[in-house]
Nanobody, 125 residues
Framework: QVQLEESGGGLVQAGGSLRLSCAASGLTFTFSGYAMAWFRQAPGEEREFVAAVSVGGGTTYYADSVKGRFTISRDNAKNTVYLQMNSVKPEDTAVYYC????????????????WGKGTLVTVSS
């Protein structure tokens, strides 16, 4: 069983920064064998792709809405993926979900294999 646990959510003012973390674990889970991603779901909206990183960390993908403001990274030694959020906007308010997919490169074009439970980010104007 794979477990993904997000942390770092909270309240932040528009223009500020926040860093989300996602720790992965599981008896048969090899973190370095999974592409990792972040999705988000705003109230009343569908879940949407935010960013993804390849197994080695060298390739990243971003939604147009966050490109240039958010950065995804991973530390395979710590089984952790991060989402650095800069210049946040009120429209970034959402529950942010960590996801894992057993592929080398994953761009969020299909549902991933595993989801975390989410962490709430609220951006005040």
């Amino acid at each position: 069983q794979v477990q993904l646990e997000e942390s770092g959510g909270g309240l932040v003012q528009a223009g500020g920064s926040l860093r989300l973390s996602c720790a992965a674990s599981g008896l048969t889970f090899t973190f370095s064998g999974y592409a990792m991603a972040w999705f988000r779901q705003a109230p009343g909206e569908e879940r949407e792709f935010v960013a993804a990183v390849s197994v080695g960390g060298g390739t990243t993908y971003y939604a147009d809405s966050v490109k240039g403001r958010f950065t995804i990274s991973r530390d395979n030694a710590k089984n952790t993926v991060y989402l650095q959020m800069n210049s946040v906007k009120p429209e970034d308010t959402a529950v942010y979900y960590c996801a894992a997919d057993p592929s080398l490169f994953y761009s969020g074009s299909y549902p991933p294999n595993y989801w975390g439970k989410g962490t709430l980010v609220t951006v005040s104007s």
